[in-house]
C-alpha cells in the first residue's frame, strides 16, 4: 500500500497543474473539468516517464526527494498533456 502515495501525489499535482496551466494559457484551456481530467491522466504518465528514466521515487520511496520529484514530475506532466491537446484541438477547428 505505501507504493500508491507516490501515484496519488503525481495525479493530484497533475490536475493543479493542468488547471493552473488552462489559467495561465487561456486560448489553449478546454475547461475547468476537462482541464483537471488532462491533468489528472498527464500527471500519472509524467510522474510513471520519471520513474521509468530512474529519476522518480524507485521503489516507490517516500523521502523528501521522492516527493518533490512526484509533485514536479506530475504538475508538469499535467500542463505538457493539456497544452498538446489545447494546440492539436485548436489546430483542427480551424480547418
Known sequence: MGNIWPLIIQLVSGALGGT???ALMKKLSLGTVL???LGIVG???GGQLLN???VGTAGGGMDLGGII???VGGGVGGGILLAII???KKALSKS
Open 86 to 88: 489545447g494546440l492539436i
Open 69 to 71: 520529484t512526484s509533485i
Open 43 to 45: 500527471g500519472g504518465l
Open 35 to 37: 482541464n483537471s481530467i
Open 52 to 54: 521509468a528514466l530512474g
Open 20 to 22: 493552473a496551466a488552462g
